[in-house]
């Protein structure tokens, strides 16, 4: 079995479809299916049955489905042990959501190297679908997360929240929210959670004429455009004392939940449990 195969297997999974999974692998269809002939012929059972509606799993192909995303992941973290670390003792990949890692990168790459010394850290910044498949495809050892997106084989835990605050320019007479109109307001769409509960607390303000799913892109406007809207409370905090906004009044705060996402498989050990404890106690720490 070789990774190509296995790869291509999962997206045909995904998609039902060869045509589909062909252009997604940037391959032919006779490449996609030779790979899952060639699989098949390895494991000597039929894996997918073709249809005029593209393909569908037989039982054997159910049966090896999730020993195939954990061929996938060990093969993933194979390559990264063999590539090594430049002497360290080993390396942490370590997913954080978009306005965690915006603000102060520094706080989390501090955290981690005083609980792991010897370790190489690598960090990446987006989105949580992307973070959730790259967890569950073994290119990141853990994530924070805004939103899960449900899988078999990842395992998710609530590590606390952050807090926003609405803010805006001052001298734009937006000091006190019954100011705020949605045609000079910006929404922080962050995540469906978030925009439950603000739309919940703040139904006038549900559907404004701006909107951003990124904490820094909304800040942007807001300094720019002259405009009301919400951000992260440490943020919010440092452009209040720096006189570049001021608090509108009356506005409730909102949170988001923060998550952590691990593969399955790691999540009873020690290294990780301790790593998803400094990460919790580092969201709660002041900035």
Known sequence: MQPDQIDTFLDLCETRSFHRSAERL????STVSGRVAALERALGVTLLRRS??????????LRFEPHAR??????????????????????IRLGLQNDLAAEDPARWVARVQALLPEAALYIEAD??????????????DLALIFTPHPSPDIHFESLGELTYRMIAPPGQGLEALAAVTPERYVLANLSP?????????LPGLAFPVLAAGQGATVRGMILSLGVAGYQEERAAERLIAEGHAV???????????IFAA???????????RKLMAAMRLNLGSPG
């Open 26 to 29: 940037g391959v032919t269809q």
């Open 52 to 61: 005029r509606a593209g393909c569908e799993l037989t039982t054997e192909g």
């Open 70 to 91: 954990a061929l996938r992941h060990a093969m993933v973290e194979a390559r990264a042990a063999a590539r090594g670390a430049g002497g360290r003792a080993m390396t």
């Open 127 to 140: 989105y949580s679908a992307q973070m959730c498949r790259d967890v569950l495809g073994g290119a990141l």
């Open 193 to 201: 959670a978030f925009s439950r509960t603000h739309d919940a607390l």
């Open 247 to 257: 608090a509108v009044e009356g506005a409730p705060r909102l949170t988001q939940p």
């Open 262 to 272: 691990i593969h399955y498989r790691n999540r009873h050990r020690p290294v990780w």
